[in-house]
DNA sequence: TAGATTGTTAATCGATTAACAATC
DNA sequence: TAGATTGTTAATCGATTAACAATC
């Protein structure tokens, strides 16, 4: 039914319908209109029905969509209905605050172990999580069929630590380090540019200050 | 010079820019033409001259660009050229971990102070930024002139901090809360949302595994 | 049945790429 | 000057919006 070439456009997309349907749904509200999403969201009706329909019809003409029939649906879509093995690597101050993050809010993803290079660092626990050494790490994500590689370390280390990555099965990498990894293409890899966020975020500051200036309100 | 409505894609790829600029001008590269940094960057050299055309010409025909120059430009763009004063709001163990992150990597974002409700954090310092209780936060922010809060909330807290950010003179917030904020139009947002983040990794993680099974390399 | 609302096709808009004249 | 490469206009591509026939 769905199909490859869906835009990343549409699946950047996803997440945010199924927060506010996730919403509604606990707000006890069974059926919803294109209409009434595009109310709430703030994108116009006719994108949410393209959008839903690159996975197929999930309304029904005259009524609408069911709240959480369609929930379920971009779930399942999303692969929430699946469990997500991860492991750390980097347990510094960013990456023991994603395992904190992480288990304590998706039920889905789980963390079942982290990986250093400082020996200060092995041998402890992050929340339930135990900290190995990063030489463990090839034979662990292997004998524990782990999916996902969470990178939060700094820089410098993250080619090297690709370099591992890319003779296990890791299926994905969600990348907080500063830098484009160059993975074979059945890895899959998001990344998490903190710093371009910012960036972004001071851009939008200065052009809002010199906007300011320039209509003589300062 | 440069003017309004340069589009959000435009922008988003300025830090991309800024990062190898960066690493060309320490590995001592004068110049570059848009072909050459189209071949590291993986973008159309065309893509290049047109973003780059939005500011003004930095280049120079049938030389390039300097790479030094351009790096400076583009910071200035990004507004990098100026100190941006912070504020953390809510200073658990994600709120910690941008303030490590920050301070160490970024001289130009300085955090002034961190504000949480539990009177378990406040009192304390993290690194060398001090935890006060969320009262004192509209007062501070005022008083010492903060341009961007870090909203490192849980989900719920975020429409009443944000509440009381909108009265004060803040200027931008960087969003870490699993929410739409909705502010008035001269403050900007920058939304990081890491549970959208890793559900599109999710996402195609289960993309390409039915591709496999479909392929029947499994 | 009549009214409502989807699914889908067509029109519009914007962003990317290609091409080339200007110029260093 | 000749060669190289930009700045910029034109062509293409893709994504968003509008419109409407299908249908619940």
Redesign the pocket.
């Known amino acids: 039914m769905e199909d490859r070439s869906i835009?990343q456009?549409?699946i950047g997309r996803l997440p945010r319908y199924y927060r506010y349907l996730g919403d509604l749904r606990s707000e006890g509200v069974e059926r919803i209109?294109?209409?009434e999403l595009s109310g709430i969201m703030n994108?116009?009706?006719?994108?949410i029905?393209?959008d839903?329909?690159n996975f197929g019809?999930?309304?029904?003409?005259?009524?609408?969509?069911n709240v959480n029939t369609l929930y379920q649906e971009i779930g399942r879509i999303l692969g929430l209905d699946k469990i997500h093995t991860m492991v750390l690597i980097g347990a510094g101050n960013l990456g023991q605050a994603l395992v904190n993050y992480v288990s304590l809010k998706n039920r889905g993803f789980i963390f079942k172990a982290a990986f250093d290079t400082d020996p200060k660092r092995t041998g402890r626990m992050i929340a339930d999580v135990p900290v190995y050494p990063l030489e463990r790490l090839p034979e662990f994500i292997d004998a524990n069929n782990i999916e996902i590689a969470v990178l939060a370390v700094p820089r410098g280390a993250a080619a090297d630590v690709k370099d591992i990555l890319v003779h296990t099965g890791i299926k994905a990498i969600w990348n907080f380090a500063h830098v484009d990894l160059e993975v074979p293409e059945d890895i899959q890899v998001e990344n998490v540019h903190l710093h371009d966020s910012l960036m972004k975020l001071s851009y939008n500051i200065r052009c809002h200050d010199e906007e300011e200036v320039k209509s003589g309100k300062r």
Chains 1, 2 share one sequence.
């Open positions: 835009s456009a549409v209109s294109s209409q994108v116009t009706a006719s994108q029905r393209q839903f329909n019809g999930f309304g029904q003409q005259g009524y609408g969509y």
